[in-house]
């Protein structure tokens, strides 16, 4: 085992060399026999564990010394033992003040003056080891904080990469039915050409239809870039002018497929809402019920929308007779990708997207049952 460093200072070479003899076996020793050798030998040598420290030297004493020692930082950890002839306990306070650990006092007592030397070199040791374990600990967490840090943004970046991917879904899922009036209003025209029908009226409506789908999915765009982020101002918005123009956005599909649209307003005249949110969210309630209404093969086809005032805000109820919704999906029917309608028709992020815009957007609820043959959806919108 290695052996510890001790350094002796003391004026008097009678009592270096005692304690010399009495500690060498034990320990590595260097000594000075001045206060300013001492203080030169402690701060050159980085190896010593141990200093003993005479109180009564000329020119400056041992507390001075021992101030100096712990005020410099490559000293100030190394314990120091004072060796004086004194044992008054007013010089021991003085050597404790300075900075000391302990006192052994002359005459020395061999046992007692290496008992303490070990237990303080033993101590100094220990509160080296821990120091530095402390050190490497403190490494160990700046390196794992930076750690931390680099995966929350990494975690970060997903999240946004995939509230970008849900936005491309939403956006996507609202343009399947724009893109399909306007293909539709595209064949009409064209066929009309080849038939050598052309009639200046109606291709105008169906231009003018393309532009309003076109409209429509510009401000999908620009709906869902701001979907997440809140404080958007609400707007009160006229019902009759909000249903006019649904209207004129289904038109096309609802007339294509025969299916009536009733509105019935229940003497609600306004609603204060995001109107391009609600608007979408009616946009797919309306498109599943043409869907339930199609693939049944209903002849008369009927979707109705009822708007009804609460105490504390309104609810728009609509209803169709498309058959209702199946057992299989009712208990599920919100969560993302659930459908009924296979790959190419439909992706189950109709309702999904719905509710979450009414919850979140909106601050209501969206709820569903099945009546009269058909499936109805309401929605209550707090006022
Ligand atoms: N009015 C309705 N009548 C009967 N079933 C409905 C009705 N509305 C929704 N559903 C059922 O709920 C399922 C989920 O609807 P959702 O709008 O979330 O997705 P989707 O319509 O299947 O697909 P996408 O919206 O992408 O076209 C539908 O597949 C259908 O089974
Ligand atoms: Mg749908």
Redesign the pocket.
Known sequence: MKKFKLLIIDDLPENISLMTNILKDDYEIVVANSAHLGLELAKKDPKVDLILLDIVMPQIDGYEVCKILKSHVCTQDIPVIFLTILDEASDVEKGFLSGGVDYVTKPFEPSILKARVKTHCILASQKKELKRFNHSLEALVVERTKELEQANLQVERLARQAALGDVIAMIA?QW?QPISVISMAVNYVLSDIELGQLNPEETQREMQNIIKQIDHMTSTIDNFRNFFKPNKEKQIVNVIEFFDCLRDLMRAVLSHYGIDLTIEFNGVETLEIYKNELLQVVI??I???K??IVSNGIQNGKITIKLHKLNNGVNVEIC?N?????ES?AEK??EAY????GDK????????M?KMIVQKHLQGTLD?YNQNG??C?CITIPQ
Do not use: C, P, Q, R
């Open positions: 899922h399947k797919n309630l498109n599943n019920a869907d339930a169709d498309g058959g209702g919704i199946l999906v029917l919100t659930v459908t009924t309608k028709e439909g992706t189950g992020l109709g309702l999904y719905s569903w058909g499936a959806f």
